[in-house]
Every structure is written in structure tokens, then in C-alpha cells.
């Protein structure tokens, strides 16, 4: 089971943009699919974003089709979560995961990392 690592988080004012990053630590991304995965306060983790890791095949969640925009650098085997128009609703710990082909069932998750959007 591969261990991931977020990175990219901060303090973005309502209308800005963060990128976030997801790697394996010390190891190829193996998993069929990279999702991302936002966790608010007191609320369950969510889908926001998924990626097929050959193909390059993106899916989104509605909640944030046109403004969210996920990728992945196979030679880099890194994984990023682009967002832009930032909402303070998009306020929570982001987390990446590997995933099946279903896109159901995700095994190997990272320590997450804190978006907080506010002026």
C-alpha cells in the first residue's frame, strides 16, 4: 500500500487559486486512479476530483466543475488539484487517495493538507 503526501495548502482569499500536489513517498504511484478527497469541519470527506493514472481521464464532483481542475504527471509521478474562484465553503483538509477502476474504493491515503479560504 502506497503512502501519498499532500502539498499546496494555505490561506487563499474567497476568488483565488491554490494548487495542490500528491506523491507517493519513496515509491511509483501504482493504483489505477488518484482522487481528491476534501474533508470540512464536522462534515464527512467528500468527492471532489478523480483521475485515471494512464489515461489522463478526468471526472468531477458538480459542486466544482469548471472551477477545480485535476492532472497528473506521470514522469514526475505526482498528482496536482488546481483550483481556482476559490469559495469560503471550500474551507477543509484535502486529502489524496489511490484508487481502483471502479472509482469506488480507494486504499492508500495521504495525511491531507489544510485549505482554508477567507478574507
Known amino acids: 500500500q502506497v503512502q501519498l503526501q499532500e502539498s499546496g495548502g494555505g490561506l487563499v482569499q474567497p476568488g483565488g487559486s491554490l494548487t495542490l500536489s500528491c506523491a507517493p513517498s519513496?515509491?511509483?504511484?501504482?493504483?489505477?486512479?488518484m482522487g481528491w478527497f476534501p474533508q470540512a469541519p464536522g462534515k464527512e470527506r467528500e468527492f471532489v476530483a478523480t483521475i485515471s493514472w494512464r489515461l489522463g481521464q478526468p471526472l468531477y464532483a458538480d459542486s466544482v466543475k469548471g472551477r477545480f481542475t485535476i492532472s497528473r504527471d506521470r514522469a514526475k509521478n505526482t498528482g496536482y488539484l488546481q483550483m481556482n474562484n476559490l469559495k469560503p465553503d471550500d474551507t477543509a483538509v484535502y486529502y489524496c487517495?489511490?484508487?481502483?477502476?471502479?472509482?469506488?474504493?480507494?486504499?492508500?491515503w495521504g495525511q491531507g493538507t489544510q485549505v482554508t479560504v477567507s478574507s
Open positions: 519513496g515509491s511509483a504511484f501504482t493504483n489505477y486512479r
Open positions: 487517495a489511490g484508487g481502483d477502476t471502479t472509482g469506488k474504493y480507494y486504499n492508500s
